[in-house]
């Protein structure tokens, strides 16, 4: 039981390149996020999804995309790379409740640096 | 939308002592708050969480507290030891299907001086 899974763990971009950030998670859980975290501003989520084929915008969906074709992957993209996407990735995913999510298990984090 | 605000930004208390730490929430239909703590390099970990239906909640050395009047809530930790530096993040959660994500503080860097 690997629990939530990213893919890389570092990464080096020059601006405008682009790539695909993958979250893998074992639990069979509905819900996935994707958060950015940088000094001072905690964890901002970009967007997530409740179940499988869907997918919404957080706070900061701009210069991302996603996709979540299987339940157990969740899928960041960045089309054109810029400095200010230079971050710590989280992923995380949680269980569904009637009453809705419950704890969120987080992957171990991707560094993305923007040159 | 939903927005949580974390204070303090900082804290340091003395070993033994207590700590507290403070969120608002904006959405009133928000009904999940849970705590994480993240120690340097490690990715976030519950540590407690509370529901709307319940005013207070403890666990061992930690407990949070509720005002959905006020909309806020607060994490206690008593008998602080060096092992509870970490960053702390409160976290918001509107509970139904379509709009069941989490929001998070800005976190709080406690520090526990010996």
């Known amino acids: 039981n690997a629990g939530v899974t990213q893919t890389p763990k570092f990464r080096v971009l020059k601006t405008g390149q682009s790539m695909t950030l993958l979250c893998a998670q074992d639990?069979?859980?509905?819900?996935m996020y994707w958060y950015r975290q940088d000094p001072g501003m905690g964890l901002r989520l970009i967007h997530y999804?409740?179940?499988?084929?869907?997918?919404a915008k957080g706070e900061v969906p701009d210069g991302y995309n996603v996709s979540r074709l299987k339940k157990q992957n969740f899928l960041l993209g960045l089309e054109s790379a810029a400095p200010s996407q230079t971050s710590v990735y989280f992923c995380?995913?949680?269980?569904?409740?009637?009453?809705?999510?419950?704890?969120?298990?987080f992957g171990q984090g991707t560094r993305l640096t923007v040159v | 939308g939903e927005n949580v605000e974390q204070h303090p930004s900082t804290l340091s208390v003395q070993e033994g002592d207590s700590a507290v730490i403070k969120c608002t929430y904006s959405?009133?239909?928000?009904?999940?708050f849970p705590w994480y703590k993240q120690e340097l390099g490690k990715r976030p970990q519950l540590i407690i969480d509370?529901?709307?239906?319940?005013g207070e909640k403890k666990d061992q050395r930690i407990a949070v507290t509720l005002n959905k009047t006020a909309k806020h809530f607060s994490l206690h930790i008593t008998e602080t030891q060096p092992e509870d530096s970490a960053v702390y993040f409160c976290?918001?959660?509107?509970?139904?299907?379509?709009?069941?994500?989490?929001?998070f503080g800005s976190g709080t860097r406690l520090s526990i001086r010996p």
């Open positions: 509370i529901r709307s239906n319940v």
């Open positions: 959405d009133s239909a928000s009904n999940y």
């Open positions: 639990m069979n859980h509905e819900y």
């Open positions: 976290a918001a959660s509107i509970g139904y299907s379509s709009a069941s994500k989490i929001i």
């Open positions: 999804s409740v179940g499988e084929g869907t997918t």
């Open positions: 995380a995913s949680s269980y569904n409740r009637d009453s809705g999510p419950t704890e969120a298990f």
